[in-house]
């Protein structure tokens, strides 16, 4: 029993330390005390996903995501999920709980020999989901028209406070009220089914319209590159350009005359020069 307890610690560690190794500065590790019988259990590791491209129309910077194990005996499913920062902490519980059970599933459909926890797997999970997750209760989503890091005009989401309007309401029922939503239960469906299947739709459509958000900006971008190059295309000759043209054509123009015909023939002036004339021979001198 102990050589099987030591090697399921070393598979852990082994499968911690890959996790650190991926990611290296986003990952924080914790463990138990020295003292702690069940050293070093519970393992805790913590990434602070930050905000992917495909999910800048959301108002947050980084989701933190934290994966707790608290004994080795996969088969009992003894992990927990947990979410940190500054969102709302009805809403970090809420994705804390999503993720913990979609973590569980994982784990039971799970076969072959040794154990795989999985840690990896989770914490790329919440990368990809980082949208689904954030937007997963539509009381704290608040969207508004914003602009992109291209400066174009987008639909923008951010994270709120859920509004206390429902608490409210509950204050305010009376007896009679409770009685007929205990009635209504019996109905086919219930009203928490109706609310869940509601809430359902109000994510997928907040999803989709991220997704075609997404997709208009893109298009956008594209098309502000593609008009970029006509532009160049069609530019006249730079500054540049211009006055290595001039450069050359005075090149050109150097060493060569600029009148076709040669200078004009003069009678040579003896007197002018200075010459006299021999009386004997006539020749100058």
Same mark, same amino acid.
């Given at each position: 029993?102990?050589?099987?307890e030591?090697?399921?610690?070393?598979e852990?560690?082994? !499968?911690?330390?890959?996790?650190k190794?991926?990611w290296?500065?986003?990952?924080?590790l914790?463990?138990a005390s020295?003292?702690?019988?069940?050293y070093?259990?519970?393992?805790?590791?913590? @990434?602070?996903?930050p905000?992917? $491209?495909?999910?800048s129309?959301?108002?947050v910077?980084?989701?933190v995501v934290?994966?707790?194990?608290?004994?080795?005996?996969?088969e009992e499913l003894?992990v &927990?999920?947990?979410?940190?920062? /500054?969102?709302?902490?009805?809403?970090r519980?809420?994705?804390?709980?999503?993720m !913990?059970?979609?973590?569980?599933k994982?784990l039971?459909?799970?076969s072959?020999?040794?154990t795989?926890?999985?840690i990896?797997?989770?914490?790329?999970?919440?990368e990809?989901h980082?949208?689904d997750?954030?937007?997963i209760?539509?009381?704290?989503?608040?969207q508004y028209?914003g602009?992109?890091?291209?400066?174009?005009t987008?639909?923008?989401y951010?994270i709120? /406070?859920?509004?206390?309007?429902? $608490?409210?309401?509950?204050?305010?029922e009376?007896?009679d009220?409770?009685?007929?939503n205990? /009635?209504?239960?019996?109905d086919?469906?219930?009203?928490s089914e109706?609310?869940?299947?509601?809430?359902?739709?109000?994510?997928?459509?907040?999803?989709e319209?991220?997704e075609?958000?997404?997709?208009?900006?893109e298009?956008? &971008? @594209?098309?502000a590159?593609?008009?970029?190059e006509?532009?160049?295309?069609?530019?006249?000759?730079?500054?540049?350009q211009?006055?290595?043209?001039?450069k050359?054509k005075?090149?050109?123009?150097?060493g060569h005359?600029l @009148?076709?015909t040669g200078?004009?023939?003069n009678k040579f002036?003896a007197?002018a020069?200075?010459?006299?004339a021999?009386?004997?021979n006539?020749?100058l001198?």
């Amino acid at each position: 029993w102990r050589t099987t307890e030591m090697a399921d610690k070393k598979e852990l560690q082994q !499968q911690v330390v890959a996790v650190k190794t991926r990611w290296s500065d986003q990952v924080r590790l914790s463990k138990a005390s020295p003292d702690s019988p069940s050293y070093p259990l519970p393992v805790g590791i913590q @990434r602070t996903i930050p905000r992917p $491209e495909g999910a800048s129309a959301i108002d947050v910077d980084d989701l933190v995501v934290k994966l707790w194990i608290d004994a080795l005996q996969v088969e009992e499913l003894p992990v &927990r999920a947990e979410v940190l920062g /500054e969102l709302p902490a009805e809403l970090r519980r809420i994705i804390g709980t999503r993720m !913990q059970t979609t973590w569980k599933k994982a784990l039971m459909k799970q076969s072959g020999p040794g154990t795989n926890w999985m840690i990896d797997i989770m914490l790329a999970y919440a990368e990809e989901h980082f949208s689904d997750l954030l937007l997963i209760d539509s009381r704290f989503v608040d969207q508004y028209e914003g602009v992109d890091e291209g400066g174009m005009t987008c639909r923008r989401y951010s994270i709120q /406070e859920a509004p206390l309007e429902e $608490e409210e309401d509950e204050d305010g029922e009376d007896d009679d009220d409770d009685d007929d939503n205990e /009635e209504s239960e019996d109905d086919e469906g219930g009203p928490s089914e109706l609310a869940s299947e509601e809430e359902r739709l109000r994510r997928i459509k907040l999803a989709e319209e991220a997704e075609a958000d997404r997709v208009w900006r893109e298009e956008r &971008r @594209r098309e502000a590159e593609k008009l970029g190059e006509t532009v160049r295309e069609a530019q006249p000759v730079s500054k540049k350009q211009q006055q290595a043209l001039i450069k050359e054509k005075q090149e050109k123009r150097q060493g060569h005359r600029l @009148r076709k015909t040669g200078s004009k023939a003069n009678k040579f002036d003896a007197e002018a020069a200075g010459k006299k004339a021999n009386k004997k021979n006539g020749l100058l001198h």
